[in-house]
């Protein structure tokens, strides 16, 4: 069975850091791209960042310099690190990986900045 976790989340006071975590199972995450996403209430869901197969990087403008994608391949993990955390970054956290043109997605952590 194919299955994302998160991990790592929690409530944090601005300028905080997070690292949260991605953890697979069933399949090994460095054959495929991975992508964080987040969620704000009432907003739609976008992608934070995202490290292709071959370990390119990419992350999204809002983020860019504070958030970082990476992988450990012995560990089936991706992370994503957090720095300077701002109110506006409140959301919950999902991976996700495509497969096979399946859309895979964890059940999500909850991130709170808020001091």
């Known amino acids: 069975q194919l299955q994302l976790v998160e991990s790592g989340g929690g409530l944090v006071q601005p300028g905080g850091s997070l690292r949260l975590s991605c953890a697979a199972s069933?399949?090994?995450?460095?054959?495929?791209?991975i992508g964080w996403y987040r969620q704000a209430p009432g907003k739609q869901r976008e992608l934070v960042a995202s490290?292709?197969?071959?370990?390119?990087?990419n992350s999204a403008g809002s983020v860019k310099g504070r958030f970082s994608i990476s992988r450990v391949n012995t560990k089936n993990t991706v992370y994503l690190q957090m720095n300077t955390l701002k109110p506006e970054d409140t959301a919950v956290y999902y991976c996700?990986?495509?497969?096979?043109?399946?859309?895979?997605w964890g059940q999500g952590t909850q991130v709170t900045v808020s001091s």
């Open positions: 490290i292709t197969r071959g370990g390119t990087t």
């Open positions: 069933g399949f090994n995450l460095d054959y495929y791209g």
């Open positions: 996700n990986a495509v497969i096979a043109r399946t859309n895979y």
